[in-house]
């Protein structure tokens, strides 16, 4: 069930919240919106009809007004400062010896949640490690069998530089795989979701920025991502991602070590135009 309800004493007949149903579910043919119970089914729970509401009068899935935050009047980011972080991040690879806040954690995760997602399925599982601990014992488990796979001759073609970064770690101690961060998200989805693998990478992108406006570094991890979805199965296992989820990416982050200046200038973009069909 919906719980689809409407406050007829401040419901205004606008038809906002019918016009903006990806649905079209809503009909306002008694001049209040209602759903009629076999259209049920198609709703896809992105309750944009609460959102869209002036007057606060929807309510559906047991989520009203009270439940959000007042848009009209709150200072949003101006485009310079939006731009000043989207060109400012940057991939860190140094960090800080010591974990983030785990409050701040929860609230960065809770943020990143909103992100959008293909037919708004909600599917997705953030695998967090948020001890530093974890994440070094991840790292050990990890190392050891991707030595077992060079030893045994094993490792995939295409994949040698994973005897550097097994070289690095013994003879330097230096982390090539989780490059030192305290922290490891990964991001899974069902295979059969609309699209799991782009909303997963939609989800950390949202994910990092809004730990760029907190001060955190965060590092996209194709190499710790291809060792748990690929070379070393088993970790997934360990790290209790469902079997019938398709990883999308794993970030690390945390406190950086080091912090940039300035941004820089890559160019303009190459811009295929359209300007006739």
Same mark, same amino acid.
């Given at each position: ?5 409407? /406050? ?190 782009? /909303? ?78």
């Amino acid at each position: 069930m919906l719980s689809f309800t409407i /406050d007829i004493e401040t419901c205004i007949g606008c038809g906002q919240c019918a016009s903006d149903c990806p649905a079209m579910i809503i009909s306002m043919e008694t001049n209040l919106p209602t759903i009629s119970s076999d259209l049920e089914q198609f709703c896809i729970r992105c309750m944009h009809c609460v959102a869209i509401c002036s007057e606060g009068s929807v309510s559906i899935l047991g989520y009203g007004p009270d439940q959000g935050e007042e848009l009209k009047g709150k200072s949003l980011p101006k485009p310079e400062q939006m731009e000043l972080m989207i060109k400012g991040r940057r991939a860190t690879r140094n960090y800080q010896d010591r974990n983030v806040d785990p409050v701040r954690i929860e609230k960065l995760l809770e943020v990143a949640s909103h992100a959008p997602s293909g037919h708004n399925d909600r599917g997705l599982i953030y695998t967090l490690l948020d001890d530093k601990g974890l994440v070094y014992d991840l790292r050990e488990k990890a190392f050891d069998e991707l030595e077992k796979l060079i030893d045994a001759g094993n490792l995939p073609e295409g994949m040698e530089m994973f005897i550097d970064i097994i070289a690095a770690w013994k003879q330097f101690n230096k982390d090539i795989l989780f490059r030192g961060a305290p922290h490891l998200l990964i991001v899974s989805a069902p295979a059969e979701n609309a699209s799991p693998l782009h /909303d997963s990478i939609i989800a950390l992108t949202t994910f990092e920025l809004y730990c760029a406006s907190w001060g955190l570094g965060t590092i996209w991890n194709g190499l710790a991502t291809l060792t748990i979805s690929e070379l070393v199965p088993s970790l997934k296992t360990m790290l209790a991602i469902p079997e019938d989820h398709e990883i999308g990416y794993a970030m690390g982050f945390g406190r950086p070590a080091i912090n940039y200046k300035r941004t820089i200038n890559r160019g303009l973009p190459r811009i295929n135009r359209v300007t006739a069909l």
